[in-house]
């Protein structure tokens, strides 16, 4: 007999809460669903889908040095996985599956149509909470609420945090081999592009020698470089995060080891960092908490009466990188090739496309999900929703970028235009942002496809004639969304 630990974003042996509790109480055996329908579903882009099938096939290898064999099953999507998990429950023989708990919507009712099934075989389900530091709901202010404004969720996070915070696990020991084997052949079904593997080796090691490298070299200097897109500043460790290669409990420990266990003492650079990653964890709790926002629901549901555009010719040019904005049309690139897009630029493009262009943010949040590599409903939802001014804690819907002056302030000498931009290479330092007319005739580049100042004036009316949000004061449930 054999207990089943059912493997989801969460593609690791160490610091892994479902795996460590099932190793520990008795022998097991490790499933992974191979479902791209779901992907499809979910936009799962081509370069995700990539790192998934590797980091698997690297897990495998992994387990099978604790004697754990991984089956991976090919289905459609999430209603077959209860069927799946308790029919192999009974082949092993199992009496529990062990799986860790994921926030959004459908995760939630994959995980509760298995809990169902596998009760109606006697099988038990166990869940476990690990992809944030704090399980959400924990931290509330004084009369039970969701904290909607960061800072203060910031603040009773870290006061929170050494008495709510899981602890770290290691890996566990290897069992006594059992006599089934590990069968991944059904990868191989997953057609995807070799060059992504060049961009983003998986692997657990991969992961934690960019967690070590940023946190020995780069931590120090990321309040100063960390906007700065043509400086390897920060430390790329999403993609990994997204896969569950590793955890932010893991990346909180490794900066708070350089500040003695304290949030508020050490280089301004690791202390910068650790809100990053309390900013993630923000943006995970609030979507436990409002499901809408996994429904293409803006937080501020009176947003929704904005007349947001469906142009799909401007769509397209902001999406091929041809608007005529040159730190735009980089920033876009940079996300068709490679899969990841510097998170200065993510605030500058998308804000382009909801401020500018006035093209509806859901069809934004759509296309980052459908190339990034690290795509993340609730990271990408959140950042989406506060370039848009439609979400928590948003930026004020009158403070719009200036793409050209951002463009000067963080990509100085245009280095990074220029990698992005071939056409441009030539342009000194000052025009690169800007090109005249005649410079974008002359290397063939796009004339701007928006006028800055006019784009803006327009927005800002819009905003300013709805009416003061009352909403958003309710819960999901109250408001009959959930
Ligand atoms: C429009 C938009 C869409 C985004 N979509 C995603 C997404 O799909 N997946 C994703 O992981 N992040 C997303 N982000 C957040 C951020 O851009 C990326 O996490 C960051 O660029 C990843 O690079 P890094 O690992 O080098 O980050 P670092 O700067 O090294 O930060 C460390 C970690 O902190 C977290 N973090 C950093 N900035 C943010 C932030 N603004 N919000 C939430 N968490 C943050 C990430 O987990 C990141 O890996 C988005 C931001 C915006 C503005």
């Excluded at 005249?436 to 803006?456: C, E, F, K, M, W």
């Amino acid at each position: 007999m054999h207990n089943i630990v059912w493997f989801r974003s969460d593609l690791r042996v160490h610091d892994n809460p479902a795996l460590d509790a099932a190793m520990q109480r008795g022998s097991v055996v490790a499933i992974y669903m191979l479902a791209q329908k779901q992907w499809d579903h979910h936009f799962v882009s081509p370069a995700k889908r990539s790192l998934i099938v590797r980091q698997v096939k690297v897990l495998a290898e992994q387990l099978n040095k604790l004697n754990v064999p991984l089956t991976v099953i090919s289905c459609t999507d999430y209603s077959d996985y209860g069927e799946i998990l308790s029919k192999q429950a009974s082949r092993v023989g199992a009496r529990c599956v062990y799986f860790n708990t994921e926030y959004e919507v459908n995760e939630k009712r994959c995980a509760e149509q298995v809990e169902n099934k596998l009760a109606s075989v006697s099988v038990r389900a166990n869940a476990f909470h690990d992809s944030c530091m704090v399980q959400p709901g924990k931290i509330r202010t004084k009369q039970g609420q969701c904290y909607k404004v960061y800072s203060a969720f910031k603040r009773e996070f870290i006061a929170q945090h050494s008495l709510v915070s899981r602890p770290i696990l290691n890996r566990p020991k290897a069992q006594s081999e059992i006599d089934l084997v590990t069968d991944i052949s059904v990868l191989d079904e997953v057609m995807v592009d070799s060059k992504w593997a060049s961009f983003w080796p998986a692997g657990e090691d991969e992961a934690h020698d960019r967690l070590n490298g940023f946190i020995e070299e780069h931590i120090k200097h990321y309040d100063l470089q960390r906007d700065l897109p043509s400086v390897e500043g920060t430390s790329r460790i999403s993609p990994y995060l997204a896969v569950g290669a590793l955890t932010t409990t893991q990346c909180m420990q490794a900066a708070l080891s350089l500040t003695e266990g304290r949030f508020d003492s050490g280089r301004n650079g690791i202390l910068v960092w650790i809100n990053e990653l309390i900013w993630r964890e923000f943006y995970r709790h609030l979507l436990d908490e409002y499901p809408r926002l996994c429904k293409f629901k803006p937080f501020k549901l009176d947003t929704d009466r904005l007349p947001w555009k469906q142009d799909k010719t401007l769509f397209k040019a902001w999406i091929d990188g041809k608007t005529g904005y040159p730190i735009v049309d980089a920033a876009m690139r940079q996300l068709a090739d490679t899969g990841w897009m510097h998170n200065r630029l993510r605030m500058i493009t998308a804000m382009f496309l909801t401020k500018h262009l006035f093209i509806d943010w859901r069809w934004g949040e759509q296309h980052f999900m459908e190339r990034l590599v690290d795509g993340d409903l609730a990271s990408n939802n959140g950042g989406w929703q506060w370039s848009a001014s439609t979400g928590v804690d948003a930026v004020p819907y009158f403070r719009i970028f200036n793409p050209t002056r951002q463009s000067q302030r963080f990509d100085p000498n245009g280095d990074f235009i220029r990698r992005y931009v071939p056409e441009l290479a030539k342009l000194d330092s000052k025009s690169i942002h800007q090109p005249s007319a005649a410079q974008a005739a002359n290397a063939g580049y796009v004339l701007p496809i928006v006028d800055h100042a006019t784009a803006v004036a327009q927005t800002k009316l819009w905003f300013r004639q709805l009416s003061e949000p009352t909403v958003d004061m309710f819960s999901d449930q109250e408001l009959q969304l959930a």
